[in-house]
């Protein structure tokens, strides 16, 4: 079946980086675009990026346009999130998600999530 | 960018009522391109709803969803205890932004 499982995640300082992971398996992981969504504690669902099946197209919420990059690995099966100059309201959640086949900016599957701190 | 205003912001009903939750977007959505999530405390939201209407798979079908342009309405019509969570709606027809939520709970 469907598995995502996130990595990475942990406490940072202000303006370090951070980089998370996403280990697919279950599925098809080069034929599907993937998402990330973050949720910061006791709020509701942000998203954050999206990447194409292939990796030429990426697209990125405002609030982290800049900051943070999106990549993937097809021979590994692996997302990853690239998280620079963060701040403290990056603190949240980081969920990755797999595109739904047909609407693939909807999260059809989605991993049990990573939590990122930033604090001082 | 389109802000989607979900309402109420709590439900507060029994099982086997039907709930009725909405989903107000600040300009139109294209296409219909408006989903619908469950999440559960501690648990990974899970799609319920895609195109405002389509349900994902292994979706009951007591779950339904409607509307178009900026009105959009998810349906339970008859609560289940395991239905009583919170209910995000996701448009993306124009970048990507989901609603604040609403939570559904047992009265």
């Known amino acids: 079946q469907v598995q995502l499982v996130e990595s990475g995640g942990g406490v940072v300082q202000p303006g370090r980086s951070l980089k998370l992971s996403c280990a697919a398996s279950?599925?098809?992981?080069?034929?599907?675009?993937m998402h990330w969504v973050r949720q910061a504690p006791g709020k509701g669902l942000e998203w954050v990026t999206v990447?194409?099946?292939?990796?030429?197209?990426?697209y990125y919420a405002d609030s982290v346009k800049g900051r943070f990059t999106i990549s993937r690995d097809n021979s590994k099966n692996t997302l990853f999130l690239q998280m620079n100059s963060l701040k403290a309201e990056d603190t949240a959640v980081y969920y990755c998600?797999?595109?739904?086949?047909?609407?693939?900016?909807?999260?059809?599957?989605w991993g049990q999530g990573t939590l990122v701190t930033v604090s001082s | 960018e389109i802000v989607l205003t979900q309402s109420p912001g709590t439900l507060s009903l029994s099982p086997g009522q039907r709930a009725t939750l909405s989903c107000r977007a600040s300009?139109?959505?294209?296409?219909?391109?408006l989903a619908w999530y469950q999440q559960k405390p501690g648990q990974a939201p899970r799609l319920l709803i895609y195109?405002?209407?389509s349900r994902a798979t292994g979706i009951p079908d007591r779950f339904s969803g409607s509307g178009s342009g900026t009105d959009f309405t998810l349906t339970i019509s008859r609560l289940e205890p395991e239905d009583f969570a919170v209910y995000y709606c996701q448009q993306y027809g124009r970048s990507i932004t989901f609603g604040q939520g609403t939570r559904l709970e047992i009265k």
């Open positions: 195109g405002a209407s």
């Open positions: 990447m194409s099946h292939d990796g030429r197209h990426e």
């Open positions: 300009q139109s959505v294209p296409s219909s391109y």
């Open positions: 998600g797999r595109g739904h086949h047909t609407h693939t900016s909807t999260v059809s599957y």
């Open positions: 279950g599925f098809t992981f080069s034929s599907s675009a």
